[in-house]
Each structure stands twice: as C-alpha cells, then as structure tokens.
C-alpha cells in the first residue's frame, strides 16, 4: 500500500458494563446527595463493571463494536494503542497485549499510552503518525477504564465523579480521494508541575506497595478538585479557541464539539468564556460520569446513534485530566 496522505476515522464503538448505579443509591453508602452531585458536576449515574471484570474485557467489548460497524474485518486491522489509567496490571504487561491475545490478534503491534483523561486525544495522535509513517493502516484507538477499581469508595469529594466504560475509534489510513475528511489538526499540552493534583500515591516505583501496609487513601484517586477545575475550564477554552484560529473557523463553521465529560458546569464555564452556545457541545455525563480516557470515545458513539454525525461534519474533541494534561483535535467525519 502506498504512503497514507490523510487518516480518517473508520468507526467507532464502545461499551459500558450493564450495572447502573444511581446518586440515590451511592447516597446509601457514602455521605452524599443526588441535589449535590446534579448541582455541582451533573451526573445523575454511572456504570460500573463487575469486580471479575477488567479494563480489557470493557476494551474488547467496545473494539469489536466498532470492527462491527466499519467495512473492515478483524483481520485488517494491524495496530493497538490503548488508553488507560487503570491498566489490568501495573507496568506490565501493557492492556494493550491483553485486549490483542483476546481479540485473537496475535502478532500485530500493541501498545498502552498513560496521559489521564486526555489518553483518547494522545492516543489518536500517536495512531495517526504511525499511519503517515506507514508502520500501520488500521489502527484500533481504544479508550478504556475501570476507574471503579482505584476509588476510594469512603471519600465523597472523588467517588461519586467516575464510571467504567470504553470507547473505540478505528483509524485507517486513506489515500488522496478522501482527503477532504480526516484528522486536520490536533494539539497536546502537558504541564507536570500538576502531577499531585490529581494522583494514586502508591503501588509505582516511588512508593511500592511490597512489604507495606496500606491504606485505602494510597492506592485510590486523590484529587485536587478546584485546582484541576480551574486548568480544565482554562484549557479548555483555550484548545477550543486556537483550533478554530489557526483553521481559520468561526464557530458557525464548527457542527459540534465533544469535551470530555468531567463535570457539566466545566463545560458550561468554558462555553461562556467562549461566548459558545451550550447546544454546541455534546454532553452525557448524566449517565455515565466521569469515564476519563473512555469518555470522548463514548460521547462520540452516542452522538453517532442519534444521528448526530455526518460526513462532512466538523467536529472538535477535546481532553483534559491528570498530568495535567490537555488537548483537543479538529475532525472532519
Ligand atoms: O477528569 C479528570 C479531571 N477532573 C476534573 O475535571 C474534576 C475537576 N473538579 C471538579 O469538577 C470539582 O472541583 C468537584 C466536582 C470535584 C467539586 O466541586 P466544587 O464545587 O469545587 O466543590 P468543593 O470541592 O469546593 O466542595 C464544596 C463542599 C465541601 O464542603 P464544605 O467544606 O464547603 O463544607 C465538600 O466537603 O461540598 C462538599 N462535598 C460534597 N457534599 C456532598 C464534596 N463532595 C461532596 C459530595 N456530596 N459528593
């Protein structure tokens, strides 16, 4: 096949586990309130997986979802990159293996990208070089979590925010006829000066879990809410706003854009500063909060489902989370 000019989006596909957890009903265990939780984040519930399901069974899931709905068959495909802050396992081997071996695709190239909640964005763009240097041409994009399995289920500022699910993009390289739709431009940003706003303390390499005690606060989310609220809104606006300078696009010219879904009042605080009407952004954090690297992926599929995706259309998507990280990407579909 000869060198890819353009890298378009096949498909996409996702999952989330059938287990539907109300605020009313984490409200039984955790000292919360559905009022609370609508009024500052606006999740009404999340999914959450069952404890003998893992990130990869999720990831799988949502590949084949998305193998199902292109004109490719399993065969085709020849890469895996896996986003994921919640890997089956810590360090090795990557989930990205796992999902392959499960897929029955042994042999083809696989590998995990770590970059919090803007995994999905990182992870296309990863894919996307790969297929212009033409070391792939269909790649599985996956984003996946199990964020149940790293909450710390007795502290109320974190646990009532995230769900599990997974999401999958299959990108494919195209040649000079399809052009015209594609990835036109993405931009990654990363300021690890954040690192502790929002962290698991323990279980790596700088404070191993071996031959210690631990308490559930070590090895669960730790967050900085405010702090990353005011770098998401931040980043957010500003990822919105230079794709649209630099494409020379006014917003009548951009038909959605697709946060990821952290908390709808961050989206409604960028729209203002963008002077954006809410309509423009596509939101469902009610029904499955905080899914992180799975979310835009997912968002993506509902969108589809509703018809609210057509070829031609210009779509950003846009990501923020631990890292911190941001980064958003122009998509023609
Ligand atoms: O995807 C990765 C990126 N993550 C994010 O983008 C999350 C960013 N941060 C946020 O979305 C928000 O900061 C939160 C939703 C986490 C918190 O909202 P907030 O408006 O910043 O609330 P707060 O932290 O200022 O807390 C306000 C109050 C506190 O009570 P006091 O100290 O004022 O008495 C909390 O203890 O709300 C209390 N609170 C709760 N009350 C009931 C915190 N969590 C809860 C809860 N239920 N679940």
Redesign the pocket.
Known sequence: MKHATAVTIESIGSFVPQRRVTNDQ?AEF????DQ??RS??GIGARHLAEDTTATSDLAVQAALDAIERSDLTKEDIDGIIVATATPDYVGFPSTACIIQDKLGLNGIAALDVVA??TGFIYGLEVARGMILGGTMHHVLVIGAEKLSSIVNWKD???????GDGAGCAILSASGSADERRGIKQTILYADGSGADC?IVPRGGSKAPLQGVTVAAEDVTIA?E?????N??VAKLAETIRTLMEDNDLTIDDVDRIIP????S??IQAAANRLKIPMEKFFVNIEDYA?T?AA?IPIALKNLEDQKGLKKGDRIIIVG???GLTSGGSLLVW
């Open positions: 984490l955790v000292d919360t309130s609370w939780i500052h984040t919090g909640c109320r500022n974190t646990c009532v925010l995230f929002l967050m809410g405010r702090k990353v609220y770098f998401a990821h879904q952290a908390n009042r961050i905080n992180s979310s923020f989370g631990a």
